[in-house]
Every structure is written in C-alpha cells, then in structure tokens.
Nanobody, 124 residues
C-alpha cells in the first residue's frame, strides 16, 4: 500500500488549505483512509477518517465544523479540506489507511499504512 500526501504549505490564520492523499495498493475496495497530525513533542492524533466503500466519515472534536474529509473525483484520492485555519493547526499531517477487516484498528484510530507526512504551517 502506498499513500502520498500533497497540498500542504504556509497559510495565514483564517485561510484554507486542501490536502490530498493518493491511495494505491489495497487488495480490495473495503478500506478506510484517515488524516492524522503531529506536532513536536506530542503524540500523533487522528483528525478525520472516511470509509471508501460507503463514504461514511468521522471527525475528532478539533476538526468538527472546520475540516471536511471526502473522496475525490479521481479514483483513489482522498481530500482534507481545512477552513478557518488556526495557528494551533500547525503540524505535520499524515495520510493513513487500513483494510476494514481490521475493525479494532479502525475503532481505535490505529491505522496500518502511512504516508510520509506533509507540513502545514498557519501563521498568526
């Protein structure tokens, strides 16, 4: 499985960014993709997830109302639209995936496959 993030960068507070994750290599279409983020000295935290087969989504509290995860028009692309960004959203953002046969991993935000991460910096 390969996951490749794009779309990060520098934005002012209040601005928007859209991250993209190119997904390849899953043996079936029954998988989930999530976005995580990590800042220095802190644990990696889940932000949002989407199940490829039915499009169902979940959001952590920090993302509700400002971030939207979605499947792209192109097959095997997942986006994270981030609006009204705040300086505390500054982090390395990771795309992660798992097969839905790993139900425990999905429910506990412990994903199996990871991208290399991409920097998002929000200036005040």
């Amino acid at each position: 499985v390969q996951l490749m993030e794009s779309g990060g960068g520098l934005v002012q507070a209040g601005g928007s960014l859209r991250l993209s994750c190119a997904v390849s290599g899953f043996i079936s279409d029954d998988y989930a993709i999530a976005w995580f983020r990590q800042t220095p000295g802190r644990k990696r935290e889940g932000v949002a997830s989407i199940v490829n087969s039915d499009g169902s989504t979940r959001y952590k509290q920090s993302a509700k109302g400002r971030f939207t995860i979605s499947r792209g028009n192109a097959k095997n692309v997942v986006h994270l639209q981030m609006n009204n960004l705040k300086p505390e959203d500054t982090a390395v953002y990771y795309c992660a995936g798992l097969l839905m046969t790993n139900g425990l991993g999905f429910s506990t935000w412990q994903f199996d496959y990871w991208g290399q991460g991409i920097q998002v910096t929000v200036s005040s």
